[in-house]
């Protein structure tokens, strides 16, 4: 091997957030024990959870959490792309819509009037869409919240110039990696997992309960043969809407009418 | 029950009668030798297979209620320990593990690269309660992992000691078939000790006989007695009445030019329908072998490991090719995995993929069944003229 390569610069990370609860941006500073490493690494130029400087780019990697929900903030996520080498959308709000996205199957106007007390000064989109509804994006990263060890794992890849190595297939795989045995099989409890995107590490069967599809969908969805089985399990027609309409329900609703992922 | 004197026997000459505290003798000597012993036990709900320390964790009295995409475990009114068939994990949970590291490489402070390949410790385990299939089901992993060109060195230093008592059945699930797939319910070749539970009004034993000379040296250090006629008249009986009690049976064909036949079959839009792409199905297969690679890098960059990851053809990715999966429908990997079970395993390795053990339909949540699919392949080829 040749010598070490010169010093570069430090590649230079933003952090944005648009219509969301902070949650997934905060999973960064969750990264405690790597945290120290990755201030080495990277320029964390932009993120106000942790600064209020402001750094108008460019940026290297942005990690944009949050959906689209407001005209201004449609604007916004363009002067992001714009000002982005990489962009990873991260969270369920940013992927799919959020749990903000139900707004998507009823009229907007209706809970403006209901919910705030003067309405005229909310100024708010009919829709809460994706962030890769506005603009192209390089990787989602799905989960609600995003899991730790994969947010590392993407900014790893991308600090090594590699692929992350992000699986898109279900929970089972999983369950089945850790043995847990199936909730479903040997438990007749309701269960998403089969067509959910794998990345928690199956971490509410670990707990013997069902997945609630928090993570959205994977890859390959076979809903109507997942719902007739969360029926035998004892779900009524409400209650599978309901498992499919959270915080990814626009992505479900995508699949159930054949237009998507 | 009475104990008889310890006794030395030659390979295969005779076989012997354990009894409970024979069978804890077993465990603890196991252990004495080094060996960690797994074996089946009761827990969350399922019976695993997991480290035991004693005989007394087997699960004496339990049974299993098994059924497509159904398991539970129940009650019985005897005190069998091995009246369960096959159960969530197969021994390849411990030959073959979800995730292996291959090797290691650290760029040093004068920018060297070195590379270490994994140091694969050979583990000294004891299997108790290997079934008849699952012992077949061994010695097909063996041939795919360390048959050919490449061996898989992490599969054989776990595997090239292993010390396998096997179980026969006596006591076939609802989704058993190895009688079908030529692999039970009596032992085949392959274990170091092999043993028949017996319940009667004679009491509760084990007729044990050793198939390899480690496994007769074992024997002989356990208190036992010589088998009588009786105990191998109702072990016998009780592993033939077993043949005639499988819950399923494949169709009694030629499966491989079967499945070579129906490629373009209607069954597979008809499966297609029903199958989530879950990939349940082959993680619980005691055949299925593939793996994906894991690479790993730290954030510096200056330390980076690949690992190999258990992997499913019902993975979208795991057909990606330059442009995108080969393998993009439903349709295609249910056929990929069918095919490659009952059909081009023999082209590949010399036998079927399958032993029929039934896991595929217990733990598939939508209750697929591979022997109904064959069924009806079969059923198709026939209402079409081809082969029968
Ligand atoms: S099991 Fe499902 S609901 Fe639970 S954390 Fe994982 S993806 Fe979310
Ligand atoms: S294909 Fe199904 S029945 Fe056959 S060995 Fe695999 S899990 Fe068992
Ligand atoms: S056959 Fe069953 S277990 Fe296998 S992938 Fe399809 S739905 Fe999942």
């Given at each position: 091997?040749?010598?070490?390569?010169?010093?570069?610069?430090?590649?230079?990370?933003?952090?944005?957030?648009?219509?969301?609860?902070?949650?997934?941006?905060?999973?960064?500073?969750?990264?405690?024990?790597?945290?120290?490493?990755?201030?080495?690494?990277?320029?964390?130029?932009?993120?106000?959870?942790?600064?209020?400087?402001?750094?108008?780019?460019?940026?290297?990697?942005?990690?944009?959490?949050?959906?689209?929900?407001?005209?201004?903030?449609?604007?916004?996520?363009?002067?992001?792309?714009?000002?982005?080498?990489?962009?990873?959308?991260?969270?369920?709000?940013?992927?799919?819509?959020?749990?903000?996205?139900?707004?998507?199957?009823?009229?907007?106007?209706?809970?403006?009037?209901?919910?705030?007390?003067?309405?005229?000064?909310?100024?708010?989109?009919?829709?809460?869409?994706?962030?890769?509804?506005?603009?192209?994006?390089?990787?989602?990263?799905?989960?609600?919240?995003?899991?730790?060890?994969?947010?590392?794992?993407?900014?790893?890849?991308?600090?090594?110039?590699?692929?992350?190595?992000?699986?898109?297939?279900?929970?089972?795989?999983?369950c089945k990696?850790r043995g847990i045995p199936c909730v479903t099989v040997a438990r007749g409890i309701?269960?998403?997992?089969?067509?959910?995107?794998?990345?928690?590490?199956?971490?509410?069967p670990s707990?013997g309960?069902?997945?609630?599809?928090?993570?959205?969908?994977?890859?390959?969805?076979?809903?109507?043969?997942?719902?007739?089985?969360?029926?035998?399990?004892?779900?009524?027609?409400?209650?599978?809407?309901?498992?499919?309409?959270?915080?990814?329900?626009?992505?479900?609703?995508?699949?159930?009418?054949?237009?998507?992922? | 029950m009475?104990?008889?004197?310890?006794?030395?026997?030659?390979?295969?000459?005779?076989?012997?009668v354990l009894d409970r505290e024979g069978l804890d003798a077993l465990v603890q000597a196991l252990r004495?030798?080094?060996r960690t012993v797994v074996g089946p036990t009761a827990r969350d709900g399922a019976i695993v297979l997991a480290e035991l320390e004693s005989a007394a964790e087997l699960p004496y009295g339990w049974g299993v209620e098994l059924e497509?995409g159904h398991y539970r475990v129940v009650r019985r009114e005897d005190e069998a320990a091995f009246a369960h068939s096959a159960g969530p994990q197969s021994w390849k949970n411990f030959l073959?593990?979800?995730?292996?590291?291959?090797?290691?490489?650290?760029?040093?402070?004068?920018?060297?690269?070195?590379?270490?390949?994994?140091?694969?410790?050979?583990?000294?385990y004891a299997f108790l309660g290997v079934r008849p299939c699952d012992l077949?089901a061994i010695?097909?992993?063996?041939?795919?992992?360390?048959?050919?060109?490449?061996?898989?060195?992490?599969?054989?230093?776990?595997?090239?000691?292993a010390f396998l008592i096997a179980v026969e059945c006596v006591e076939p699930g609802a989704t058993c078939?190895c009688?079908?797939?030529?692999t039970g319910p009596a032992a085949?070749?392959?274990y170091d000790i092999a043993l028949t539970e017996v319940l009667d009004?004679?009491g509760h034993r084990f007729l044990a006989?050793?198939?390899?000379?480690?496994?007769?040296?074992v024997?002989?250090?356990l208190?036992?007695?010589?088998?009588?006629?009786?105990t191998?008249?109702a072990a016998?009986?009780a592993v033939?009445a077993a043949?005639?009690r499988m819950g399923?049976?494949?169709?009694?064909?030629?499966?491989?030019?079967?499945?070579?036949?129906?490629?373009?079959?209607?069954?597979?839009?008809?499966?297609?329908?029903?199958?989530?792409?879950?990939?349940?199905?082959?993680m619980a297969c005691p055949?299925?072998?593939?793996?994906?690679?894991?690479?790993?890098?730290?954030?510096?960059?200056?330390?980076?490991?690949?690992?190999?990851?258990?992997?499913?053809?019902?993975?979208?990715?795991?057909?990606?090719?330059?442009?995108?999966?080969?393998?993009?429908?439903?349709?295609?990997?249910?056929?990929?995995?069918?095919?490659?079970?009952?059909?081009?395993?023999?082209?590949?390795?010399?036998?079927?993929?399958?032993v029929g053990c039934g896991r595929c339909i217990v733990w598939?949540?939508?209750?697929?069944?591979?022997?109904?699919?064959?069924?009806?392949?079969?059923?198709?080829?026939?209402?079409?003229?081809?082969?029968?």
């Amino acid at each position: 091997m040749s010598a070490p390569e010169p010093a570069r610069p430090r590649p230079r990370l933003g952090v944005f957030k648009f219509a969301s609860c902070d949650g997934c941006q905060l999973t960064l500073l969750d990264c405690e024990d790597e945290l120290l490493g990755l201030a080495d690494e990277v320029d964390v130029v932009h993120f106000l959870e942790a600064s209020s400087a402001v750094d108008p780019g460019p940026y290297d990697l942005s990690l944009v959490e949050g959906s689209i929900t407001t005209p201004e903030d449609a604007a916004r996520i363009r002067q992001v792309r714009a000002a982005s080498r990489h962009l990873v959308t991260i969270g369920a709000c940013a992927t799919a819509g959020g749990v903000q996205a139900l707004r998507n199957f009823a009229d907007v106007e209706e809970f403006r009037e209901i919910v705030y007390a003067r309405p005229e000064y909310v100024e708010t989109l009919a829709t809460s869409t994706p962030i890769a509804a506005h603009v192209p994006v390089d990787l989602e990263l799905q989960g609600c919240p995003i899991d730790r060890g994969q947010l590392l794992e993407v900014i790893t890849a991308f600090l090594a110039g590699r692929k992350p190595d992000v699986p898109r297939h279900s929970v089972c795989f999983a369950c089945k990696r850790r043995g847990i045995p199936c909730v479903t099989v040997a438990r007749g409890i309701p269960c998403l997992g089969p067509v959910t995107h794998a990345g928690c590490g199956a971490l509410c069967p670990s707990y013997g309960r069902g997945c609630y599809g928090c993570f959205g969908p994977s890859a390959s969805v076979n809903l109507p043969a997942m719902i007739p089985l969360l029926r035998s399990d004892g779900m009524s027609d409400e209650d599978v809407l309901r498992l499919l309409r959270t915080f990814n329900a626009a992505k479900f609703a995508a699949i159930e009418q054949g237009s998507a992922p | 029950m009475a104990t008889a004197p310890t006794t030395t026997r030659d390979l295969g000459s005779a076989d012997c009668v354990l009894d409970r505290e024979g069978l804890d003798a077993l465990v603890q000597a196991l252990r004495a030798r080094g060996r960690t012993v797994v074996g089946p036990t009761a827990r969350d709900g399922a019976i695993v297979l997991a480290e035991l320390e004693s005989a007394a964790e087997l699960p004496y009295g339990w049974g299993v209620e098994l059924e497509g995409g159904h398991y539970r475990v129940v009650r019985r009114e005897d005190e069998a320990a091995f009246a369960h068939s096959a159960g969530p994990q197969s021994w390849k949970n411990f030959l073959l593990p979800e995730r292996v590291r291959q090797w290691t490489a650290d760029r040093g402070p004068d920018g060297e690269m070195t590379v270490r390949a994994e140091r694969h410790d050979p583990a000294s385990y004891a299997f108790l309660g290997v079934r008849p299939c699952d012992l077949r089901a061994i010695a097909i992993q063996d041939q795919v992992l360390l048959g050919g060109r490449h061996r898989d060195d992490a599969y054989g230093a776990r595997r090239t000691g292993a010390f396998l008592i096997a179980v026969e059945c006596v006591e076939p699930g609802a989704t058993c078939f190895c009688v079908s797939m030529g692999t039970g319910p009596a032992a085949g070749p392959g274990y170091d000790i092999a043993l028949t539970e017996v319940l009667d009004d004679a009491g509760h034993r084990f007729l044990a006989r050793a198939g390899t000379p480690e496994g007769a040296e074992v024997l002989a250090g356990l208190p036992q007695r010589p088998a009588d006629a009786v105990t191998r008249t109702a072990a016998h009986e009780a592993v033939e009445a077993a043949a005639g009690r499988m819950g399923r049976t494949m169709p009694s064909v030629d499966l491989r030019a079967l499945l070579a036949d129906t490629l373009d079959a209607e069954r597979w839009n008809d499966v297609a329908a029903r199958c989530l792409t879950c990939g349940n199905c082959t993680m619980a297969c005691p055949t299925c072998f593939c793996t994906t690679t894991e690479d790993v890098t730290d954030l510096t960059g200056d330390h980076a490991e690949r690992w190999s990851r258990w992997d499913s053809c019902y993975d979208l990715d795991f057909s990606h090719l330059h442009g995108g999966p080969v393998r993009s429908s439903g349709r295609s990997r249910y056929r990929q995995w069918l095919t490659h079970k009952l059909g081009t395993w023999h082209d590949q390795f010399g036998s079927s993929g399958c032993v029929g053990c039934g896991r595929c339909i217990v733990w598939c949540p939508v209750a697929i069944d591979i022997t109904e699919e064959a069924h009806a392949l079969h059923q198709e080829a026939l209402s079409k003229g081809g082969p029968s």
